[in-house]
Each structure stands twice: as C-alpha cells, then as structure tokens.
C-alpha cells in the first residue's frame, strides 16, 4: 500500500470505524508482518487526541510452537496481567483496534484441531462483558 493509502486507511480506522476521542487509551491489535498499518493506526490514534497507545502483537510461530509442545493445562491460560489489561481499558471506556486477517495464512495448518480450539484467551470473557456493556469503542477491520 502507497504511503498516502495507508495513511488515509489508518485515519478511516481511527476517526470512524473506532472513533477515537481526546484522553482515550487505545489498543491495539496486530501481528508481526503488519508493522506499517499497526504504526500507522498508532500515529493516527495519537493524531486524534489518544492518551496512550497500546500495540499487541500475536506472533503465530509462538501459538504454533503453543500448540506443538506446551502441555495441555498450558493451552487457553495467560496470566491475570492480560485479563486486568482488558478490564482497565474497559473501566476507563477506551478504545480497542483489531487488524485481522493472517500475515502467514496456513502456519496453522497440520495441528490438532482440538489443541488449537482449547488454546482460547481466557480475556475473551472480559472482551464480551465490555462489548455488551458498551463501555470499550471497538474494531476488527481487515489487514495484510
């Protein structure tokens, strides 16, 4: 994507699909192989007034390697930090941006289907409590 594209898309993220507002904390999304949107959507939150901004990115090779050798009670856990990460940009209404689409499509290919549906974040509970009581604004939009 032309450097003009990218910025516009990253403004169309922040302004409208996400509609970042002054003070707000935002968070952000990605996986490694989509650096430039992920610090372009950054520039923009900032640009908007964001107070802080928060990029998270997922690397497949490490759920990969998850799901090849960690031990069964291992898959599905994080520690309490990433549960009170989502329920703090919850209580401070803030904003949430989620680039999807895979960067490596297939790198999940050939894996026990069954490890891979246990291995579910459990802050999944916190992102369905903020949605439903509205208090996060949120996006999923597509990336390469």
Do not use: C
């Not at 968070?27 to 950054?42: D, F, M, P, Q, Y």
């Amino acid at each position: 994507m032309d450097p003009a594209t990218l910025e516009r898309y990253a403004e169309l993220i922040v302004r409208f699909a996400v509609n970042v507002q002054p003070g707000q904390n935002v968070e952000v999304g990605s996986e490694i192989g989509k650096e430039e949107l992920t610090r372009a959507v950054a520039a923009a939150a900032y640009r908007a007034g964001a107070r802080h901004v928060a990029v998270l990115y997922d690397d497949l090779h490490l759920k990969r390697a998850r799901i090849l050798h960690a031990s069964d009670d291992a898959l599905g856990y994080a520690p309490d930090w990433v549960r009170q990460q989502v329920q703090e940009l919850n209580e401070r209404h803030g904003a949430s941006i989620y680039l999807s689409g895979a960067a490596e499509p297939g790198i999940l290919d050939g894996l026990d289907g069954d490890r891979i549906g246990r291995d579910r974040s459990p802050e999944a509970v916190d992102w369905h409590d903020a949605i439903n009581a509205r208090t996060v604004n949120w996006t999923v939009v597509p990336a390469e």
